[in-house]
């Protein structure tokens, strides 16, 4: 069976792109299914990192096909940008290597305006987004006015689509939110240059997925963000709009469920989230920051793609339990082990209480949420430096301890463990 799904099962920044560059190299095929740049893929190669936000990291491969499916929602500037930059590192992102779903929905400038003003209007309980424009710009899938990627085949008439699309929005802007107008014409003349460098990449990605999987080749779908930014499944309303659980794959690339054979959970060893939102195990002293680290190694916990410190705090088994659940997962990757290094006493949630009862199941209300309280268990931690192990028995006591407690807590077997950010940093089990 030719497809691996890889899904976070936290909110996202679990080390995916490690991962999954790791499970490319076995792909012929490596495709993202949804969200858009406000995602960030952090991959290192032979001492060289990149930050990957739209382009799924099998380009780093020179054999793979990569593919942006119909799930995803697209800046054409932040993928050009992308584009120029891996081309500068010497990689080949050539029409034969990268093809974009002509129904992928585009970002223009209005949505990224008025994710600006809707978050700000939002005060106190504003979401925290990564004001990329995502939001408006699923809004505008839902509600059937969106421009689909499709469209810059014909960059004259693309382009004109865009200059009428920002004067409507503008109404918006300037009318309900007293903002200034967008420039119509310079904008359409922008999207007009970028159609006619984009053209060539336009495909039907969900005929080249099933011609690919006819034929047995094996297909990696590069999931973004995490289940509990899930827009169904996720702690609604701070998720972000796109399906990023195992369904959005199906849906996000075209293919049916009978080609599945993997569904990977990323499991970072600890938990983190950037934004707002119920966050049951979350670490406001010290011990949050050691998690954290100062923001001076790019594998400290700070956004890839804006720059934000993230909430940290211990693992909690109840999310990843809820996450194994929604997405079916067959196995799990874990990743960043290293960083517990050094704690005396780890803690991992095993349950939660609620208005003195104790709840098993993550509750799928955020408020209900916000209110629980973790109840703990604790386990030694290590002290040895760990990011040279490559076999699981290299490995002190307490570390392997704390891998087979998760793989108890969550029902499901870990295939991978992370020690560090290199590609060789990696146990495989
Ligand atoms: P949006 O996707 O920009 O609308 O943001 C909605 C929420 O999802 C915010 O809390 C963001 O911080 C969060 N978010 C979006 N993308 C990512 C990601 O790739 N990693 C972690 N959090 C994300």
Redesign the pocket.
């Known amino acids: 069976m030719p497809a691996t799904i890889v899904v976070g099962s936290q ?3 679990e080390g995916k792109g490690k991962v999954i560059d790791w499970l490319a190299e076995d792909a012929d095929l490596v495709a993202r299914y949804a ?2 740049d ?3 893929h952090t991959v290192t190669v032979a001492g060289e990192r990149y930050a990957l936000h739209l382009v799924p990291s099998g380009i780093l491969y020179r054999d793979k096909l990569c593919l942006m499916g119909g799930g995803m929602v697209i800046n054409p500037a932040s993928l050009l940008k992308e584009m120029r930059d891996l081309e500068a590192h010497g990689v080949d992102i050539s029409s034969a290597r990268l093809k974009i779903s002509s129904s992928a929905h585009l970002i223009l400038p209005y949505h990224i305006a008025l ?1 600006g003003v809707q978050e700000s209007g939002r005060g106190a309980d504003a ?6 424009g ?2 408006p710009a699923y809004a505008d899938k839902s509600a059937r006015v969106g421009i689909r990627a499709g469209a810059m085949r014909d960059p004259e008439e693309f382009s004109e689509k865009v200059y009428r699309a920002v004067e409507q929005k503008n109404r918006i802007l300037t009318q309900l939110y007293g903002q200034p107008a967008l420039e119509a014409k310079v904008i359409a003349a922008e999207f007009h240059d970028y159609a006619r460098t984009l053209a060539p990449y336009i495909a039907d990605v969900s005929l080249i997925v099933n011609q690919a999987m006819e034929a047995d080749k094996r297909l990696l779908c590069e999931g ?3 289940t509990l ?1 899930d827009l169904d499944h996720g702690t609604y309303p ?5 399906a990023p659980t195992v369904g959005g794959a199906l849906a996000g690339l075209g293919f049916g469920p009978r080609y599945v054979d993997r569904v990977v959970g990323l499991v970072k060893a600890y938990t983190t ?5 119920p966050f049951v195990t979350e670490l406001l002293g010290e011990e949050g920051d050691r998690l954290r680290g100062t923001g001076a190694d790019p594998w400290d916990e700070f ?4 720059g ?1 410190p ?1 909430r940290c705090g211990w693992l909690d088994a109840v999310v990843i339990r809820y996450a194994a659940r929604v997405n079916g997962f067959t196995h799990l990757a874990l990743t960043k082990l290293d960083i517990l290094s050094s704690f005396d006493v780890l803690k991992i949630a095993v349950a939660y209480e609620y208005q003195g009862e104790r709840l098993e199941h993550l509750p799928p209300d955020s408020e209900i949420l916000a209110a629980c309280q973790p109840i703990f268990e604790e386990m030694p931690g290590w002290s040895e430096d760990i990011r040279g192990a490559s076999t699981l028995e290299d490995l002190p006591l307490a570390a392997r301890q704390y891998v087979k407690r998760i793989e108890e807590l969550v029902g499901v077997p870990i295939m991978v463990i992370g020690v560090g950010p290199g590609r060789e940093q990696t146990i495989i089990r």
Do not use: H
């Open positions: 909110w996202g920044d969200g858009g406000n995602a960030g994710d979401i925290g987004t990564t004001k990329r995502i939001g973004a963000q995490g930014l701070f998720v972000t709009s796109s989230r950037v934004g707002a939102g956004g890839t793609t804006t934000r993230r």
